[in-house]
Nanobody
Framework: QVQLVESGGGLVQAGGSLRLSCAASGRTSSNYGIGWFRQAPGNEREFVASINWSGSSTRYADSVKGRFTISRDNAKNTVYLQMNSLKPEDTAVYYC????????????????WGQGTQVTVAS
């Protein structure tokens, strides 16, 4: 099993930045990819970004392209989501999850999930 813990969320003004972290423990020797999803109240869980095991391939939702950057440091078993130019519509709980299917936006193919971290963007 893989355990995931997200951190770095908080309250920020529109136009500001946050960096989320997703720290993995457990079976971190497996070659899994990581996806970030978000869920706002009353909405379905939404794909944000993903990265493969080596970090050589990334994918982004259209809504965050050019503003968010996903990266990973396998030596630290940590994946990051740098979020710039934040908008009020980015407000949500952000989750990271593991998958052996790289680049999928379907949350059903993700196996292990963290508990989430709240991001609130004030206008």
């Amino acid at each position: 099993q893989v355990q995931l813990v997200e951190s770095g969320g908080g309250l920020v003004q529109a136009g500001g930045s946050l960096r989320l972290s997703c720290a993995a423990s457990g079976r971190t020797s497996s070659n899994y990819g990581i996806g970030w999803f978000r869920q706002a109240p009353g909405n379905e869980r939404e794909f944000v970004a993903s990265i493969n095991w080596s970090g050589s391939s990334t994918r982004y939702a259209d809504s965050v392209k050019g503003r968010f950057t996903i990266s990973r440091d396998n030596a630290k078993n940590t994946v990051y989501l740098q979020m710039n130019s934040l908008k009020p519509e980015d407000t949500a709980v952000y989750y990271c999850a593991t998958s052996f299917v790289h680049g999928s936006s379907n949350p059903r193919v993700y196996d292990y999930w963290g508990q989430g971290t709240q991001v609130t963007v004030a206008s």
